[in-house]
């Protein structure tokens, strides 16, 4: 059981996971909506192509806030706090190196101004490992916590469920951005925006693992501040 002073502390854990969560879960909300109210909506082939748009600010400064919130973010080994650093310094990558504006111009883009087609290669490479990281650790990091007593709760059991499934669509939606990238892209496919979908729900299936183990769902009936995180 905590003690009084702990409290504000796991209080402060819980909060910054569902921040995270929620940060990842608004990201392709607000870019989206963003761009359909502007003079001349459109909506982009890709979460990253917003960076070109007037919601690039939105865009850079919603990802680094998810950035700083995980690598800050420590966990209870010394596992946890690594996967979450490199995650985090893999969103940072997202926004030093954005992708190509594909004008068919080669063109020196972002803040370190490198040509376009090498930017989009090294976007794509961090965004790749940053969904790797975070399908990792939803499937074998949220899930390893041992429950308080040895026991099993079903409401742990239920939170590893949706750990694992997040982690799983995750890694499916890399896979289907990868053949899509290889083998459909000039495809009717491309019609359908099948970058931007799939990367919309790896981005819900990460805040929503973030939520749950900020205990926002399928919490213990026991009072939930009362364990840090050592069952969650």
């Known amino acids: 059981m905590s003690t009084v002073r702990e409290r504000p502390l796991i209080v ?27 003079e001349q909506p459109t909506i982009q082939a890709s979460i990253s192509a917003y960076y070109y748009t007037h919601m690039r600010d ?21 596992i946890d706090s690594i996967v979450s650093t490199l995650s985090g310094i893999c969103a940072i990558g997202l926004i030093l190196f954005p992708t190509s ?32 990281l975070l399908a990792f650790n939803s499937i074998f990091l949220f899930t390893k916590r041992g429950p308080v007593g040895g026991v099993m709760s079903r409401a742990k059991r239920k939170r590893n469920i949706v750990y694992r499934t997040c982690g799983i669509i995750m890694l499916i939606s890399l896979l289907c951005i990868y053949l899509y990238k290889t083998y459909f892209v000039h495809t009717i496919i491309s019609e359908f925006y099948p970058i931007l979908l799939c990367e919309s729900i790896a981005l819900l299936a990460f805040g929503i693992s973030w939520l749950v183990k900020g205990d926002t769902f399928f919490r213990d009936p026991r009072t939930h501040h009362e364990k840090l995180g050592k069952n969650t």
């Open 12 to 38: 402060s854990y819980l909060a910054m996971r569902r921040i995270i969560g929620i940060l990842g879960i608004s990201l392709p909300i607000v870019l989206v909506l963003g761009g359909l109210v502007q």
């Open 58 to 78: 939105f865009f850079v400064g919603i990802l680094s806030s998810v950035a700083l919130f995980l690598i800050s973010y420590k966990g209870y080994e010394k």
């Open 101 to 132: 504006l594909h004008t068919g111009t080669v063109m020196k883009v972002g803040m370190l101004l490198v040509k376009d087609t090498v930017s989009e290669m090294i976007h794509l490479s961090f965004g790749a490992v940053f969904f790797t």
